[in-house]
């Protein structure tokens, strides 16, 4: 049995995170401890105790599609949420690497630009292990009937993490009408089988004001569809900009020129940062909007952003920072 | 002495209309200029354009996945699938812009450079 429990603090600002571990579950608030940014080759997991945060700005101040749903506005503290999954089975990443051996080499040295035409990705054919399972494959029905791609994490049992413009299309009458989630999709194959919702989250940041720096969503599952209970799901957690710049990123999800239908799988350091956006030169393609972007220390997995955007200068993220955090946390807790 | 007077209020008065026109004349430029870059920001906008794939034929491919692989300014990664009228959106683009997009059918894949100009845009693309 997996649990998770992990966090950290540095001198430079807050740092803490939510992330799987083979500790035994356990319920505890977060504290971080001064230390210096640890290097990929190591593997830390602070003590903790509990953090202390300022409340969020506006821009984070949750929205839901479901008038009854329960305000989330964040905590002045954090508290860790149990976690009490049995994981099938293991599979690190470096597995990945087994089969890949091409990938290593771009994970020493990081792409000085993006080169357009070389695709770099490589396609994850094992959606079964973890965490490729945790990854889902999102078929968008917007208001108006128009259909998308996206991709989605997952973070609970019920609670599927994506960008805010896959669950809010300004263009597109609001909240999309249905979301059919899709965990560890391969092609035809629908290891967990699929489940549908309206139950959305996004952030008055994205909703009201279209910022770029809040898209960021949530799908909340019906009560009877826990596909997190068989795939197990991510970590996620706030990360010094020191550490992230010192990290490689991983990034999977679906992409649309593939079909939509097959995860594909890059990773590299990041580019820059912004306080709110990491920007990598990771290949990706539209349907792959809510993608994961995670830093993976030993078996600790801990994703750091929402990916977003493409652009020519940089396809990026938005990262996960204090008050997205604390959101990510709520909208697990109602998946749980 | 009276003379000069009056000579002396005809020039505050004339000075009076001065300021007053002058200051009209700012207001009018100022009008014109707010008029203008509101215009432009119009013109200048995110929004969601639509597009047609249909094959050699004209007849209107679904379930087709468009999305954008290439842009003169940042997009959501997001991918749009075609109706049975082939109809697909590119949400929340910057217009006007220049973006390379991408058709992949099980007919095949194809991309097509468009310069978007106008939010009024329609995109036809041809399998």
């Known amino acids: ?336 | 002495m009276e003379k000069s007077g009056i000579v002396k209020v005809k020039h505050g008065r004339a000075k009076f209309a001065g300021i007053i026109l002058t200051s009209l004349f700012l207001l009018f430029v100022i009008f014109i200029a707010t008029r203008q870059l509101i215009k432009e920001k119009k013109m200048q906008s995110h929004s969601s354009i639509k597009g047609i794939v249909q094959n050699n034929a004209g007849t209107p491919v679904a379930d087709a996945v468009v999305m954008i692989k290439e842009g003169s300014h940042e997009f959501n990664d997001i991918a749009s699938v075609t109706n049975d009228s082939g109809e697909f959106f590119l949400s929340n683009i910057f217009i006007p812009g220049r973006y390379v997009i991408q058709v992949q059918h099980d007919s095949g894949t194809i991309t097509k450079e468009v310069n978007l100009q106008t939010t009024d845009s329609i995109i036809r693309i041809s399998l």
């Open chain 1, 1 to 336: 049995m997996k649990s998770k429990t992990m966090s950290e603090r540095n001198g430079h600002g807050s740092s803490f995170a939510e992330t799987l571990t083979e500790t035994p579950p356990s319920q505890q608030n977060l504290m971080s401890q001064p230390s210096p940014y640890p290097e990929l080759s190591e593997t830390e997991v602070e003590d903790v105790e509990g953090v202390t945060i300022l409340r969020p700005g506006e821009g984070d101040k949750e929205v839901a599609n479901k008038l009854e749903t329960e305000s989330t506005e964040s905590e002045t503290s954090f508290e860790e949420s149990g976690f009490d999954i049995p994981l099938i089975e293991s599979q690190p990443l470096d597995a990945l690497y087994a089969s890949y051996s091409e990938l290593i080499p771009k994970l020493e040295t990081q792409l000085q630009e993006v080169i357009i035409g070389v695709d770099n990705r490589v396609r994850v054919f094992a959606t079964t292990s973890y965490p490729w399972r945790a990854v889902c494959g999102l078929k968008i029905t917007a208001k108006d009937n128009t259909r998308w791609i996206g991709t989605g994490w997952l973070v609970a049992p019920r609670t599927i993490i994506t960008a805010g413009h896959c669950v809010y299309m300004h263009d597109h009458g609001g909240w999309a009408k249905s979301i059919e989630v899709i965990a560890g999709l391969n092609d035809a194959e629908r290891p967990y089988g699929s489940c549908s919702s309206s139950n959305l989250r996004s952030v008055n940041g994205w909703i009201n004001s279209k910022n770029r720096d809040y898209d960021y969503g949530a799908i909340i599952l019906p009560a009877g569809c826990r596909p997190g209970d068989k795939t197990g799901y991510f970590g996620f957690g706030v990360k010094t900009d020191a550490y992230l710049m010192s990290s490689v990123l991983n990034l999977s999800g679906y992409p649309g020129d593939k079909g939509g239908n097959q995860q594909w799988f890059m990773a590299l350091k990041p580019k820059s940062l912004t306080s709110r956006v990491i920007k990598y030169d990771i290949d990706t393609m539209g349907g792959q909007s809510g993608a994961p972007v995670w830093v993976k220390v030993g078996d600790i997995r801990t994703c750091v952003g929402i990916h977003t955007n493409g652009a020519t200068a940089g396809n990026s993220a938005t990262r996960i920072v204090a008050p997205v955090f604390n959101n990510i946390q709520s909208w697990k807790s109602q998946g749980l």
